[in-house]
T-cell receptor, first 113, second 115 residues
């Protein structure tokens, strides 16, 4: 019940295209859903996060869509750029759990020039 | 404003040895969490320290232990190293007392190789 399932494992997109990464969770007590971006040799960096009381959050070219009834959330990267090529992780955490994050398995995004 | 710093960046050990990894949290943060990231996997929670005590622990054996110092810095110790302990060890800091304190800031990690 603590798992977060992420797909696809890898994604190749043309420059200017839309990248979409999906995640699904089981534990309905999760109340915080961040997305992290990780470049090789670096730690994950927080990209954008959402709480289940909203269905969408947008920051620049990055948008999270959240479907509470389906227990799914997704990251959309608009106008994808070669500099966006990285590994993306979704995650979830419970309140009162000292904010222990449960991560998905990651999506390796490649944006072709 | 320095972010989360970890040392060393790389480490090579042999099976059975012991290792200590170090972390300094982001300025203003008082909570440190440790994660293990195997190659091609998402990070897995090891444990979290706050007020110099272990507050939460993931599914890791007692060979993994830690410490937090009064200046909020932290150490991760792993005893009796196994080949399977080879991974990137990430430290993350946060300030759980503040609104938005659930945001974790990660360091670049320590790459541990066990031969």
């Amino acid at each position: 019940q603590q798992q977060v399932k992420q797909s696809p494992q890898s994604l190749i997109v043309q420059k200017g295209g839309i990248s979409i990464i999906n995640c699904a969770y089981e534990n309905t007590a999760f109340d915080y859903f961040p997305w992290y971006q990780q470049f090789p040799g670096k730690g994950p960096a927080l990209l954008i996060a959402i709480r289940p009381d909203v269905s969408e959050k947008k920051e620049g070219r990055f948008t999270i869509s959240f479907n509470k009834s389906a227990k799914q959330f997704s990251l959309h990267i608009m106008d994808s750029q070669p500099g966006d090529s990285a590994t993306y992780f979704c995650a979830a955490s419970l309140s009162g759990s000292a904010r222990q994050l449960t991560f998905g398995s990651g999506t390796q995004l490649t944006v072709l020039p | 404003d320095a972010g989360v710093t970890q040392s060393p960046t790389h480490l090579i050990k042999t099976r059975g040895q012991q290792v200590t990894l170090r972390c300094s949290p982001k300025s203003g943060h008082d909570t440190v969490s440790w994660y293990q990231q195997a190659l091609g996997q998402g990070p897995q929670f090891i444990f979290q320290y706050y007020e110099e005590e272990e507050r939460q622990r993931g599914n890791f054996p007692d060979r993994f232990s830690g410490h937090q110092f009064p200046n909020y810095s932290s150490e991760l110790n792993v005893n009796a190293l196994l080949l399977g302990d080879s991974a990137l060890y990430l430290c993350a800091s946060s300030d759980l007392r503040r609104a938005g304190g659930e945001k974790l800031f990660f360091g670049s990690g320590t790459q541990l190789s066990v031969l």
